[in-house]
Nanobody, 126 residues
Framework: QVQLVESGGGLVQAGGSLRLSCAAS????????MGWFRQTPGKKRDFVAG????????SYADSVKGRFTISRDNTKNTVSLRMSSLKPEDTAVYYCASARTPRVLVGIDSEEYDHWGQGTQVTVSS
């Protein structure tokens, strides 16, 4: 059974930084691309960042480019999201997700991911 557990959310002032982590278990982590999404009440879950199974390629939503960095450690089965220069509009519940198909490039569509963490709240105050 695949499990994804996020940690690291919290309250931060605008301009500050946070690091989110996601610990994965239940299947061969290094075979699957991973992504981070975020969601605010009443809105759909939006793509934030993605990383290939090897970590060799990353992608970002335009709204976070240059401020957020996704990385992974396949020896520890973890994926992280380093967030800096945070803005109030970054406030959301952040979810990590694992790709549906091994060793396949995935994009921004949440349907390409089949396992999700429980989410962690990030609140940025102005």
């Amino acid at each position: 059974q695949v499990q994804l557990v996020e940690s690291g959310g919290g309250l931060v002032q605008a301009g500050g930084s946070l690091r989110l982590s996601c610990a994965a278990s239940g299947r061969t982590f290094s075979n699957y691309a991973m992504g981070w999404f975020r969601q605010t009440p009443g809105k759909k879950r939006d793509f934030v960042a993605g990383i290939t199974w090897s970590g060799g390629r990353t992608s970002y939503a335009d709204s976070v480019k240059g401020r957020f960095t996704i990385s992974r450690d396949n020896t520890k089965n973890t994926v992280s999201l380093r967030m800096s220069s945070l803005k109030p509009e970054d406030t959301a519940v952040y979810y990590c997700a694992s790709a549906r198909t091994p060793r396949v490039l995935v994009g921004i569509d949440s349907e390409e991911y089949d396992h999700w963490g429980q989410g962690t709240q990030v609140t940025v105050s102005s």
